[in-house]
């Protein structure tokens, strides 16, 4: 879920289990908010065993959809990999930044669509500076 402000701006990142209700975890991203529901879902006996980490890959980026869902503004990656990967501008505002034909460093995470992954964090990847010529 998504916690706003009087004016509509998020504020903060909450998850709550459907199950076991009293679990809930909070942050100031959704990134947070996942490293904080992964942790109290092992210290409550939910699951047992570890939590599968996020992943890391380098990317470029071929095409951008942006789309508005429930009042939330979303970019869409097409990548050099074949997969999308996706990211809430609200959650992270420096996604604005991400053009075509970009190189990006993206650590996500699996979603259940095939083909689609979520961004927790991303930074642009810098060329080498070319070697100089005698």
């Known amino acids: ?17 459907v199950r076991h209700v009293c679990t809930v975890a909070i ?35 071929n095409e951008i959809e942006k789309l508005v869902i429930d009042g939330n503004s979303w970019f869409y990656f097409l990548c050099s990999d074949g997969n999308y990967y996706r990211v809430s501008v609200a959650e992270n505002p420096s996604a604005l930044f991400i053009r075509e034909g970009d190189t990006i460093t993206i650590t996500y995470t699996e979603t259940d669509l095939e083909g689609m992954r979520n961004i927790v964090e991303w930074t642009k990847t810098v060329p080498a500076a070319p070697e100089a010529q005698e």
């Open 27 to 61: 942050g100031n991203t959704q990134a947070e908010s996942m490293e904080a529901y992964k942790k109290l879902i092992v210290e409550n006996g939910i699951i047992s065993g570890e939590i599968v980490s996020d992943k890391k890959t380098d990317v470029t980026v």
């Open 1 to 17: 879920m998504v916690i706003k402000d009087a004016n509509g701006y998020v504020k903060q990142s909450g998850l709550v289990n």
